[in-house]
């Protein structure tokens, strides 16, 4: 299974904003954004490049990839999905990125990052409906439970997330005491807390 494993700062240092990709820690002045608000690698000129559509399309791209943890092949296969679900392609394609099981376990506040949200699927510690799942880019769907396995119920991982996590989104209910939550809807945009245009990625992929 593909994932990145380079320098999670270097991603945020590159698109110049925080992608929260290290949970807490973004949130402090250990941030790379902070200390060192450039983009990586050498710099032999202090002049910018000029940014062309092209190339604001891509960043915007890039930034999603980024965010939630996804390679190149990933991110084409599901924007092919949103563009024939009906419906605005962009909002489509964020609403299968945030359904992304390994998202949902963040969304609920059990990981402190999407990438240890990810790690804790692979690992066999949730529960969808019931049934053991550990396929970090499974589906879910309005209705669905996601539960902390029976064995897992005592990680330090999950009970830390839980005492640092703030506001959920609306679209998400959690009971701290079972370590469970529920999908109550299918997010709309306004309900989705990423800061990003989809629309340029939709034309960025209609040239």
């Known amino acids: 299974m593909a994932v990145y494993h380079g320098p999670r700062c270097r991603q945020c240092r590159r698109e110049g904003i925080k992608l929260m990709l290290k949970g807490e820690r973004c949130k402090t002045e250990n941030c790379a954004v902070e200390k060192r608000p450039f983009p990586p690698g050498m710099r032999v000129s202090k002049r910018r490049r000029s940014a062309t559509e092209y190339n604001t399309q891509l960043r915007e791209k890039q930034k999603i990839r980024r965010i939630y943890g996804i390679l190149e092949n990933q991110f084409r296969l599901y924007f092919g999905a949103a563009a024939k679900a009906t419906g605005v392609t962009g909002e489509r394609l964020l609403q299968l990125l945030e359904l992304r099981l390994d998202n949902i376990v963040y969304r609920l506040g059990f990981a402190a990052s999407r990438s240890a949200?990810?790690?804790?699927?692979l690992h066999n510690h949730f529960l969808v409906n019931g049934k053991k799942v550990n396929i970090p880019s499974y589906q879910l769907k309005a209705g669905d439970t996601v539960q902390v396995h029976e064995k897992s119920k005592n990680l330090e991982a999950v009970h830390g997330a839980l005492k640092a996590m703030h506001d959920i989104p609306d679209w998400l209910t959690v009971d701290k005491v079972k370590l469970s939550g529920n999908v109550v809807r299918i997010p709309d945009r306004a309900s989705i807390?990423?800061?990003?245009?989809?629309?340029l990625v939709v034309e960025l992929y209609s040239r």
Do not use: D, G, I, Y
């Open 193 to 199: 807390p990423v800061n990003v245009q989809e629309q």
């Open 117 to 121: 949200a990810r790690q804790l699927v």
